[in-house]
């Protein structure tokens, strides 16, 4: 889930930003409620965390403390629930989260918190279904042929465009790209498809960016970026399967463009 879709979801009307408007881009995972320190340990990347304060025996410093350790987890953000226990968000705690790059919100306490984080769990888990049926085609359009895998697309997106209007628009509106696929057999497609070199080396940009959320500078960032692959390209040492294969029909159909 986005932060343009969390605030529409119901509740959330009334939610304020008031730090790390810069970074939204985070995807929200989840979501928690955190009320006492222990449960810090809890939380897992990415997850939106609620906070009323009511085991809080120094709001100031145990807020403080708070935002300090949700930062280090790297946290989506942290919803602040402003009312009997956390009367106002001052302005050190909203300049704190700034500097920590956390998306800081409040929320008047009366609105029901775990309404809200019923609506982003059901959310994530019909993504997850929607995710299954796009991955089942996905696997028709590496194996089947062009035919069957049109029939897949029609079923797909007649179940979930009500839900999702734009989920599949993109496969439909950009086929004829798409389609020159079907003239490759199946051991061809699965090399073309297939993306676990790419996934391993975003992999290693995420581990980078665990490591070091902030950089002094463009150019930092892109010499930190390019050890990294650099680091990465060491382990690609492994034959593609089925290569003998796969070079001998692309030979035949691309004559003279491959080296031996």
Known sequence: MTYDELFQLKGLEKAKLLAGKSILGREISGAHVVEIVEAQDWVKRGELIFVSGVAFRDVKRDLTEAICELSKKQVAGVVLEVGPYIKEVTDDIIELANE??????????????????????????????????????????LYEDEKKALETLKRVTEKWTPKYPNSMKRWKDNWDAISPIFKFSSTVRKVIYTTNAIESLNSTYRKL?????????????????????????????????????????????YEGRLSE
């Open 100 to 141: 920590l790059n956390l998306p800081l919100l409040s929320l008047p306490y009366e609105i029901h918190v775990s309404e809200i984080i019923s609506q982003i769990y059901y959310d994530k888990y019909s993504k997850e279904e929607t995710n299954k049926s796009v991955e089942k085609f996905m696997t028709e359009l």
């Open 209 to 253: 960016n665990r490591q070091r959320s902030v950089f002094p500078s463009d150019t930092a960032l892109l010499k930190a970026l390019y050890l990294a692959t650099f680091e990465a390209t060491k382990k690609w040492t492994s034959t593609i399967r089925n290569w003998a294969q796969v070079y001998g029909e692309l030979s035949i159909m």
